[in-house]
């Protein structure tokens, strides 16, 4: 039907510059409806060259302060948008506002729609306070001009509520969009419907409500299905929104199988060579990755990341987006100098386009963990520290991921032998980690872990076991007694108490360990090493005869297993034998 419409406006055009002339009121009249059929069918460049001329006939005909020239600008202002020519979308509609509010006055519709273009302006350049401040106005105008129940109510709460996401007030935002959605189906056009059940599903998903999220996505897609069909553009955006929310509930089949379906509407839709059709390779490379199926991750990110560099640049965003993930299937599959290569080209993208963001810091986390793989322990600690810089910006002091960034942070240092300095930032760590997670946690008995290892690298052996002793306590809940990494552990410690002539403490550690070596029929060397060293403890402590039977055992298991005759434990172990 757009189709047919813009037949009849061209010859409509035709026949009015051969009666009218070249540069009348008239032809202005059919290039103003020409622009708006291109706009419906999406060809924006072309709307933009009649626009542009429907304007320069207006304003020599009609002058700057009538209101046919102001709505040709106003379209102009949308053209440029659209082409995402946003500082001169800008310059048209600010003109636009200032000419109208001057002749119409405020109380007026097309005043009102002014401000909701201007407030669209600055939210494409990054200005949401200022975005916000406009809407809100918009809103209250429009309110006083038709009421609480109209259409274009439904719009500007759609776009608060998109303004409102873009400063991260996530509860504010539902607000908007489910009063949006109260106006009800009588009242809203069927976009604005659709739109706002999407809205919403990103709502709820920024909020962390994940059932509600995939229950906006399902009537999103129920509802654009009926009114549009199968194969439309904005059904595959459904599903790509669907499969978003089915990853973060962890059914990453399910969310594989809807962003299948989004990738073959838009190759259908869109083509190839386009950024929906990268987006959708993308999102399909990521579920791959989260199914480590990796050899499909890496097919269909190297294809978007074609695609993206041919029609955007190799310096653009989303390129460092895709090469952020490429890097990261390198890094999970032991392509370390690819995962270098690649993750350094991600930074220096994000760098000067996304400086202080969540994508860099995540980009150049990964690329700290390959350097630390590769030995390079100064340039994973450059790395750490602009990681940590950021998730304090980003995130806050207090949060898990400035809890995470210090842990790395500390590694490195431990790998540099800066002993003292890993300490502190394990210790930064702890306070944080064990005020979110509680002390029952895995990651909480790996910090303990690790500062018993700086105290350990600073000679304050006695802090390190302390540290270690907690660590072990951890494990034994969360574990159980029989974990090869409690056993590790367990086993390790005792030695060291052995050292500090904690014997008691030692004894009790063992005796665990060799009940959980035992409750898995594991009598192997270390057995026989911590079952000496426990003999060993019985005598300091003036268990003599107990001892003596333990040592007995000790020295036969280990020899049964081939111990290194050199081994203190075992010679130690003979040696107080022959003594008794």
């Not at 059929?37 to 304003?59: H, I, P, Q, S, T």
């Not at 489910?178 to 106006?183: A, E, G, M, R, V």
Request: aromatic residues 8%.
């Amino acid at each position: 039907i757009n189709a047919e419409y813009m037949g009849i406006d061209q010859d409509c055009l035709e026949k009015r510059k051969e009666v009218f002339g070249e540069k009348s009121a008239e032809v202005a009249r059919s290039l103003f409806s020409l622009g708006i059929d291109y706009n419906k069918l999406g060809r924006v460049a072309d709307a933009l060259e009649v626009d542009l001329k429907c304007v320069r006939f207006r304003e020599e005909l009609l002058g700057e302060s009538h209101p046919d020239y102001l709505s040709a600008l106003y379209n102009l202002g949308l053209d440029l948008s659209n082409l995402g020519r946003h500082e001169e979308a800008l310059a048209a509609d600010q003109k636009c506002h200032d000419q109208r509010k001057m002749i119409l006055g405020e109380n007026n519709p097309d005043y009102a729609n002014s401000l909701f273009n201007l407030a669209n302006d600055f939210k494409n350049l990054g200005q949401y306070s200022k975005a916000l401040e406009l809407d809100l106005k918009c809103l209250e105008l429009r309110i006083n001009l038709f009421g609480q129940k109209h259409a274009d109510i439904g719009k500007s709460y759609i776009n608060i509520g998109q303004d409102l996401r873009n400063l991260k007030r996530h509860s504010e935002a539902l607000k908007y969009d489910l009063d949006c959605l109260k106006l009800g189906r009588e009242t809203l056009e069927d976009k604005d419907y659709a739109q706002v059940l999407f809205n919403l599903a990103e709502d709820y998903r920024n909020l962390g409500e994940v059932d509600n999220a995939l229950d906006a996505d399902r009537k999103y897609l129920g509802f654009q299905i009926k009114s549009l069909g199968e194969t439309h553009s904005d059904v595959a955006k459904g599903y790509q929104s669907l499969g978003i929310d089915l990853s973060k509930k962890g059914l990453v089949d399910q969310a594989l199988e809807a962003d299948l379906k989004a990738a073959a509407i838009w190759k259908q839709t869109a083509g190839e060579i386009s950024k929906d059709y990268a987006k959708a390779l993308y999102k399909l490379g990521t579920d791959y990755q989260s199914l480590n199926r990796f050899d499909e991750a890496l097919t269909n990110l190297n294809r978007c990341f074609q695609i993206r560099g041919q029609l955007l640049g190799q310096q653009h965003v989303d390129v460092g987006e895709v090469l952020a993930s490429l890097g990261n299937c390198y890094l999970r599959t032991g392509q370390q100098l690819k995962a270098v290569d690649t993750l350094g080209q991600a930074v220096k993208i994000q760098e000067s386009v996304q400086s202080n963001s969540k994508e860099l810091a995540d980009t150049l986390a990964d690329l700290g963990t390959v350097q630390r793989q590769l030995g390079e322990h100064s340039k994973a600690l450059e790395c750490d520290r602009k990681v940590l810089a950021i998730r304090r910006e980003t995130s806050g002091e207090s949060s898990l991921e400035v809890g995470s960034a210090l842990y790395n942070l500390a590694t490195d240092y431990r790998n540099l032998k800066d002993f003292q300095q890993a300490l502190a930032e394990d210790q930064k760590c702890l306070g944080i980690c064990r005020a979110i997670l509680g002390e029952k946690h895995e990651v909480v008995a790996n910090i303990h872990y690790n500062i018993g290892l700086a105290y350990y690298g600073i000679g304050q052996i006695e802090n390190g076991a302390d540290s270690h002793f907690q660590a072990l306590q951890v494990r034994k809940d969360l574990l159980g007694p029989t974990h090869p990494e409690t056993l590790s552990l367990a086993f390790e410690l005792s030695k060291t108490l052995y050292y500090l002539k904690q014997f008691q403490k030692c004894h009790n550690v063992i005796a665990d360990y060799r009940a959980g070596k035992e409750a898995i029929n594991q009598r192997d060397l270390d057995y026989g090493l911590a079952l000496g060293l426990q003999g060993l403890c019985q005598l300091e402590v003036g268990q003599a005869f107990t001892a003596k039977d333990l040592l007995r055992q000790a020295v036969q298991l280990m020899k049964a297993q081939n111990c290194d005759p050199n081994n203190q434990i075992l010679r130690l172990a003979e040696y107080r034998l022959l003594q008794n």
